[in-house]
T-cell receptor, first 112, second 115 residues
Framework: QKEVEQDPGPLSVPEGAIVSLNCTYSNSAFQYFMWYRQYSRKGPELLMYTYSSGNKEDGRFTAQVDKSSKYISLFIRDSQPSDSATYLC????????????FGEGTQLTVNP | NAGVMQNPRHLVRRRGQEARLRCSPV?????VYWYRQLPEEGLKFMVYLQKENIIDESGMPKERFSAEFPKEGPSILRIQQVVRGDSAAYFC?????????????FGSGTRLTVV
């Protein structure tokens, strides 16, 4: 079983839609949770960062962490064609130094 | 400010040759991480280095792979006697502090193709 499971998609939505991206994980030691966006042929860029459980909002993006269910989500409101990319969740233990464990990514296309 | 610079962007090697991938971290960052992304897979941690030290190499294959981050110059990921299964995108990231609570800055990657 993978430590982090993420539906690879692809996910296709119309412009303006609300997008929900999700990851589940099995390692209860994960404490730090991140979402990265990766455009084609580019490196991942950090979108959102959350410590432990709770919600965090940044513009059109909201990250949620539910540690009791081992489930994290990223919501994108008013999605734009420029949001078309692969979204990767990543996690880290308190004691794993700086090593991140990534999901395999969800490919999102927002159609104009 | 330049971000993480990786070169070459694309590298083609024949089976059995050596591949050298270079990574220059963000100016002022002394911590470097290498990840590999196989087709249709997420990024997998390979190694974490500080200047002149390997801190965590738990993700490195035991044979043929090595990494260094010398006092001067870029970090180098070296793959000896490449095989087709080494074809992947290799990403380098850097951070200013050891525990990057805010995540890293990634480079654009080197895409290695073994023919």
């Amino acid at each position: 079983q993978k430590e982090v499971e993420q539906d690879p998609g692809p996910l296709s939505v119309p412009e303006g839609a609300i997008v929900s991206l999700n990851c589940t994980y099995s390692n209860s030691a994960f404490q730090y949770f991140m979402w990265y966006r990766q455009y084609s042929r580019k490196g991942p860029e950090l979108l959102m960062y959350t410590y432990s459980s709770g919600n965090k909002e940044d513009g059109r993006f909201t990250a949620q962490v539910d540690k009791s269910s081992k489930y994290i989500s990223l919501f994108i409101r008013d999605s734009q064609p420029s949001d078309s990319a692969t979204y990767l969740c990543a996690m880290r233990e308190e004691t794993s130094g700086s090593r991140l464990t990534f999901g395999e990514g969800t490919q999102l296309t927002v159609n104009p | 400010n330049a971000g993480v610079m990786q070169n070459p962007r694309h590298l083609v090697r024949r089976r059995g040759q050596e591949a050298r991938l270079r990574c220059s971290p963000v100016k002022g960052h002394s911590h470097v991480y290498w990840y590999r992304q196989l087709p249709e897979e997420g990024l997998k941690f390979m190694v974490y280095l500080q200047k002149e030290n390997i801190i965590d190499e738990s993700g490195m294959p035991k044979e043929r792979f090595s990494a260094e981050f010398p006092k001067e110059g870029p970090s180098i990921l070296r793959i000896q006697q490449v095989v087709r299964g080494d074809s992947a995108a290799y990403f380098c990231a850097s951070s200013q502090r050891q525990v990057a609570n805010y995540g890293y800055t990634f480079g654009s990657g080197t895409r290695l193709t073994v023919v």
